[in-house]
């Protein structure tokens, strides 16, 4: 880790011996500025179950700015699209140095817990969960079980 800023080095021995529960972030080997994230989908959630693989990018002005962030499995939610980006405050107009990694991650798993569908990224995912949240649920559902179980 030589040459990385000292906040992120004690931020990554924090998250690797404070592991968050239902989080694994490891960062790579050839790179620590970049994090193999997998995310536990929430109990009572319609993502439960699931393991949400995620990209993570810290850029060398990091805290400032906020991390750099891709969901890999696709994920039926209205603030995720089909990229895998994430909309969510604080990977964008809130972000603030006093955010750590473990919070970042911690926020991206409430939210596949509490989808924003009056804030989306995916419009037509957003529509139809305001219109019919019972079938987007079961869809989101679906989408867990068919795109984010085996990927532990």
Not at 33 to 54: C, M, N, R, T, W
Not at 58 to 72: D, F, G, I, S, T
Not at 79 to 107: F, H
């Amino acid at each position: 880790m030589a040459g990385l800023p000292y906040r992120l080095i004690k931020e990554t021995q924090r998250l690797l011996a404070e592991p968050v529960p239902g989080i694994k972030a490891e960062p790579k080997e050839c790179n620590a500025q970049y994090f193999h994230v997998v995310i536990a989908g929430l109990q009572d959630s319609p993502f439960e179950g699931g393991a949400f693989k995620l990209e993570l990018f810290l850029p060398e002005e990091y805290p400032m700015p906020a991390p750099k962030e891709r969901l890999m499995p696709k994920t039926y939610h209205p603030n995720v699209n089909k990229l895998g980006r994430i909309c969510l405050d604080i990977l964008k107009d809130k972000c603030s140095p006093a955010l750590q990694i473990s919070t970042v991650l911690l926020s991206i798993q409430a939210l596949l817990s509490a989808s924003n569908p009056n804030d989306p990224l995916a419009n037509e995912v957003a529509e139809q969960w305001k219109t019919c949240e019972a079938q987007a649920i079961e869809t989101a559902r679906a989408w867990t079980r068919l795109y984010a179980t085996n990927n532990l």
